[in-house]
């Protein structure tokens, strides 16, 4: 019964805490960040993983008609190491490393209004047989890619108070 009490004390002493420090969820209407949902319009990007990674943001930023008001360009670096090797030097298990660095631009003036880059890691599996390690391949990409895009859609929620009218 004792222990019971003190998590509702401790429930109630952080809440307060968070409360107190000025914190309030980024997406909660009438925000900035809620208010540029489907106000940033994404620029195509060659490649099957700029594809990806445009898609990925279009998820999350929301899909932006012709006149939206900024403008995302991006750029995406991949790279690729091995990291288990076996006795006859056949790679069992990839890195794959990617670096995204955008921009945002008022699509009026083009004035950059933000720009950052992120990275993300994430690996897979290969094997003598072509098709399953290519499947692994892929889908690494993918994940890469949404991970990429999580990161972009986060700093320009967080950063948009800054920047965003």
Do not use: H
Request: include cysteine; proline fraction near 2%; hydrophobic fraction near 40%.
């Amino acid at each position: 019964m004792l222990l019971y009490n003190r998590r509702i004390f401790l429930a109630l002493a952080l809440s307060g805490g968070v409360a107190a420090c000025g914190f309030e969820p980024v997406y909660q209407q009438g925000t900035t960040a809620a208010n540029l949902r489907g106000q940033i319009a994404i620029d195509l990007v060659k490649g099957r993983n700029g594809f990806e990674l445009r898609q990925q943001l279009e998820d999350r930023l929301g899909y932006a008609s012709g006149n939206a008001p900024y403008v995302l360009s991006f750029s995406l670096a991949l790279s690729e190491s091995a990291l288990a090797v076996t006795e006859d030097e056949g790679t069992t298990r990839t890195s794959l490393t990617g670096t995204a660095k955008f921009t945002v631009r008022d699509s009026a003036t083009q004035q950059v209004v933000f720009e950052d880059s992120v990275k993300n890691v994430t690996s897979y599996g290969s094997t003598s047989e072509t098709y399953p390690s290519s499947v692994a391949e892929r889908d690494a990409n993918t994940r890469l890619a949404k991970a990429l895009a999580n990161q972009i859609a986060q700093r320009i929620a967080i950063t948009s108070d800054g920047w965003a009218g």
